[in-house]
């Protein structure tokens, strides 16, 4: 049984008001979930849909409507726009799939749960008015408690209201149940006006043990789907679900049990932070560009005025707010206000920041704020990779569980962050050294950051170690002193391909329902279904080149890049005395690997882009030198004409001036 509850949130699960779903949250598997849909945020109809097709539907209803499955024409109005879209969700896969094995379905209440459990012809075995009719005859009961959803959550009155039919409701269900049901409880859709939010996820009955709910497509601990419901019914019924669903059943966490009084508030609190991070994400962007725009400006006037530039402390900080805003994850700033991201970044950054400026390592002054930025960068991703992300979550630029790109591992601007710091750690580290005490170096550092993004328990970042990889190769070549030519990028190619290919295959070795996405991405491939996929991705990649924050902040730091090769060339810059000239080049050579080859191979796009600059170019800085001061009459001739020129006596007699020697 499916008890759909549309805008279920956690905030409405309370010992007092609503007593059985506070008593079934204790003896049942929960979590929170999110309902992204292929519209963004999921209404009713887009969110009972969503769970039919185990993929990200569109309805494009009136918010407070729903789509009438047994008219034809609305039927097919359904299935012609989620053809055309993005995901080409299949409108009726559960009840096809349950037909095809001879189960039954019955839907209780409105067209809602006719959504969800129908097949492709719009159609449920009944439609029966009450619980304990569908029980007698059905393997799969869909139901619908939409109290909460027109609700304004506003007018406290109204909730608790809604909140006391809801729980009234589900109590005579629970009464009703036979022994050995397995019952999903879920909030199936956002509000009708209010923003996404987080939502419900209870599972109950012989497969699930009181604890925590997860997925392997999400891989994270409390964290699940709503594109995961559909498979878990296929899964419950001993049905395998179609390839065109994207999500992955539900299952319980072997671990110790976590009190009810605890547990909840801890997934109040994860709703919390990420509406928080998504309301305040584009001001923060907005703020980080501006200090770029800012940065950039102030380093070409002092440029073209022959100087060094700002302090190097500044630069520091300016190169560090990339991980700052990583590490703003320590202090619970979703609590104190949106407010609190700024000041909270700005501190962590001039902490990263005095650090690299102070350090007396490594032994190489101008490479020391890319080794200690560097380092910094990348052990912060490394560690937060090796300990479940719980950093990335919620981060101002990392992965929010209501957008639903990714949820653990390594997201595509945290791989712009392990792959700036760490070719900028390597590049410093084997600065002044040739062959293969250097090459060494940049390998192994380089090897280490490629399985933490590609190895599916840590990283499980497909398209990171396509663009990672080369770029490691790049510099590696490069301070090994050899001559790079084609044979020597098609080694490259081939160490890329293969590595992809060795971790996507161990992925794809375990069972189907551990498997993260690059081993879920082998079986499409099998299959035939993977073409949407690529051009989804690709879509997405192509947005951020015409939209959005990335691409602004990508303009900056390529026009101070620019600013820098010209100045170069008009001598105002120069390398410093000490700067391997060598290295230099191949750790720009390999940043622009990255950038390239992320944007390219990623739906991130720009994004990657747009970090690795952001880490790459400011910690570059410190290598140039202000080139000569501007011409002396002497060093354009003029003083020697003078030399040349008669001297006059005090006698006012004159003597030409003897030719310079030499």
Known sequence: MVVGVPDLRWQDVDRTHTPTLWQLAGRSSIGTMTDQSGEGDARRAAGWLTLNTGSRAEAF????????????????????????ARFHSQVGALGDALNRAGRTVAAVGTSGAVLGGMDSQGRVDSRD???????????????????LYGVDRQDDAAVALAQTQVDDALGVILQQLPSGTSLLVAGVSDGSTDQAHLHVAMASGPAFAAGRLTSASTG?????????????????????????????????????????????PRLVDLDERSVAQVNTGGRYYAAVAAVALLYAVAMVLSWVRRRAGLPRFVTAVVASIPVASWLIQLVPWWRMGA????????????????????SPWPGKPRWRLAAVVGAVTAGVLVIDAATGS????????????????????????????LAS????????????????????????????????????????DFGGVLALLPA???????????????????????????????????????????????????????????????TRKLDSSL?????????????????????????????????GEDVDRRTAGGVVAALAVVGFLGAALNDSGLAITAFVLYVGVPSLVPLLAPGRTRPTGADTGRGAVRDLLPRVRNDGRTRPLKPPRG
């Open 339 to 358: 407010w609190s991201l700024a000041p909270l970044t700005a501190v962590f950054a001039l902490v990263v920041g005095a650090a690299a400026t102070l």
């Open 129 to 147: 008015s009450t619980v304990a009719m569908a029980l007698q005859h059905a393997d799969v009961v869909m139901v619908e408690l939409p109290q």
């Open 421 to 460: 710091g760490t070719l900028l750690l390597a590049a410093a580290l084997a600065a002044g050294s040739r062959g293969g005490r250097a090459a060494a170096t940049v390998f192994g550092l380089g090897a280490v950051a490629v399985v933490v993004d590609g190895y599916p328990k840590l990283g499980d």
């Open 220 to 264: 994270r601990p409390g964290v699940v789907q709503l594109i995961d419901i559909a498979p878990t019914v296929l899964w419950l019924t001993g049905v395998d679900p179609p390839s065109a669903m994207l999500g992955v059943h539900w299952e319980s966490i072997a671990e110790p049990r976590v009190p009810t009084a605890t547990e909840v």
């Open 543 to 575: 947005a951020t080149f015409t939209g959005g924050w990335p691409r602004w902040v990508t303009l900056i730091w390529v026009l101070l890049a620019v600013a820098a090769y010209v100045g170069h060339r008009q001598g105002w810059l120069r390398l």
């Open 472 to 534: 490691v190769c790049v510099l590696t070549l490069v301070v090994s002193g050899v001559r790079i030519s084609w044979r020597y990028l098609a080694a490259v190619a081939a160490v890329t391909v293969g590595t992809v290919a060795t971790f996507a295959l161990v992925d794809y070795s375990r069972p189907a329902s551990q498997r993260t996405h690059l081993g879920r991405f082998v079986q499409q491939v099998a299959d035939g279904s993977a073409w949407p996929v690529i």
């Open 390 to 417: 719980p950093l990335s979550l919620d981060a101002p630029f990392g992965d929010n569980p209501i957008i639903a790109g990714r949820f653990h591992g390594v997201g595509n601007v945290a791989l712009a962050l």
């Open 61 to 84: 209803v009136p918010l407070r409507t729903l789509p009438e499955p047994s008219d034809p024409v609305q039927l097919e109005r359904l299935k012609t726009i989620n053809q055309a």
